[in-house]
């Protein structure tokens, strides 16, 4: 059985004073041995958010795929790993679009993630006019191939389906959607990585929000959520954690 993964993606929100809400955080949920939460803070915030983390798992937002060198203002996964931190999420499509990394780059930063023992959170999406043209599955498994290494495994490896045009819009694709996506990958996950495919954990990201958390989480295929605004308060958080474990 897969364990369920709730991630909380704060993007470059938060100061000093926003680790209050991974306590509260702690406080409001119960733990449960089947799910890891996870919080992804900014970078500055990974060594005081992994001192306080009390059971919830801690996150960067993204690594080199460099191990050490000239890479003024670059974080190494090594170093996210000395800050103790556990995951680090990759090939996010704001840094796919705004940095603009290709999957042979995300591959590098998931081989990287690896090697410094952490899991890496591999994301994947199509735009809108891609969904609007019928090209979804092209484009996820070709993403799915380029982005995901061959060392992947269902212990260093979480795979992110992010519909671009579904983040922080608000705008959520219908279950029957979500689950054929989540079919389509684990057939290519299985097809590639045998007992491994099986066992890798499959997110969905895009306006998951209390109101629609449990309704996602039905699905076979979904193992939890990848999640941005309502990771910002444990208040809005707190709920997804609890409708997963429900789930
Ligand atoms: C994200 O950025 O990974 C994300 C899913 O954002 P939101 O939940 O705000 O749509």
Not at 111 to 123: K, M
Not at 212 to 238: H, R, W, Y
Request: charged fraction near 20%.
């Amino acid at each position: 059985m897969r364990r369920k993964l709730a991630a909380g993606n704060w993007k470059m929100n938060g100061l000093a004073a926003s680790l209050s809400e991974l306590t509260a955080l702690s406080d409001a949920i119960s733990p449960d041995a089947n799910t890891d939460v996870l919080i992804c803070p900014p970078a500055p915030l990974l060594f005081r958010a992994s001192d306080m983390a009390n059971g919830i798992q801690i996150g960067a937002q993204d690594c080199h795929s460099n191990l050490e060198g000239a890479h003024t203002g670059d974080l190494s996964a090594s170093m996210i790993a000395d800050a103790g931190a556990s995951f680090a999420i990759v090939g996010h499509s704001e840094r796919r679009e705004g940095h603009h990394e290709d999957d042979s780059d995300i591959r590098g930063k998931a081989r990287a993630a690896h090697s410094a023992g952490l899991t890496a959170i591999i994301c994947i999406g199509e735009s809108e006019e891609e969904r609007t043209t019928g090209k979804t599955l092209d484009v996820l498994g070709t993403q799915l191939a380029g982005s995901c290494p061959d060392d992947a495994t269902a212990t260093n490896t979480v795979i992110a389906y992010e519909p671009i045009w579904a983040i922080g819009t608000g705008k959520v694709p219908t279950q029957e959607q979500i689950v054929e996506v989540h079919d389509f990958l684990r057939e290519k996950l299985v097809a590639r990585f045998g007992d491994d495919g099986s066992n890798m954990r499959l997110l969905y990201g895009g306006s998951v929000k209390a109101s629609n958390a449990a309704t996602i989480f039905e699905a076979d295929n979904v193992d939890g959520a990848l999640v941005g605004g309502a990771s910002l308060k444990a208040s809005d958080f707190a709920p997804i954690v609890t409708a997963l474990q429900a789930s």
